[in-house]
């Protein structure tokens, strides 16, 4: 696999897992947005994958759902 294409399975498995994790915790997209200061629309276009986020938004999204973002990292690239 290239390199390109390993990230972008890393990256897309690291949204899933967030996702995964704000339901889990009942945390609805609107909640999400307000924690972390992004537009729920933007959100829900990462979370489908209509988006692919820069790192800082998948920082502040982690943050918001309150999860530490290495443990999620970890997880994501033990599952590719």
Same mark, same amino acid.
């Given at each position: 696999?290239? @390199?390109? $294409?390993? &990230?972008?399975?890393?990256?897309? %498995?690291? +949204?899933?897992?967030?996702?995964?994790e704000?339901?889990?915790?009942?945390i609805?997209?609107? @909640?999400? $947005?307000? &924690?972390?200061?992004?537009?729920? %629309?933007? +959100?829900?276009?990462?979370?489908?994958?209509?988006?692919?986020?820069?790192?800082?938004?998948?920082?502040?999204?982690?943050?918001?759902?309150?999860?530490?973002?290495?443990?999620?990292?970890?997880?994501?690239?033990?599952?590719?």
């Amino acid at each position: 696999m290239a @390199a390109g $294409s390993k &990230q972008r399975a890393i990256c897309a %498995q690291v +949204i899933k897992l967030l996702r995964e994790e704000r339901l889990r915790r009942g945390i609805s997209k609107y @909640a999400l $947005s307000a &924690q972390c200061g992004l537009a729920q %629309q933007t +959100i829900s276009y990462m979370e489908r994958g209509l988006r692919q986020p820069s790192f800082e938004t998948v920082m502040r999204i982690a943050d918001g759902i309150g999860i530490n973002l290495e443990e999620v990292l970890k997880r994501a690239r033990a599952s590719k």
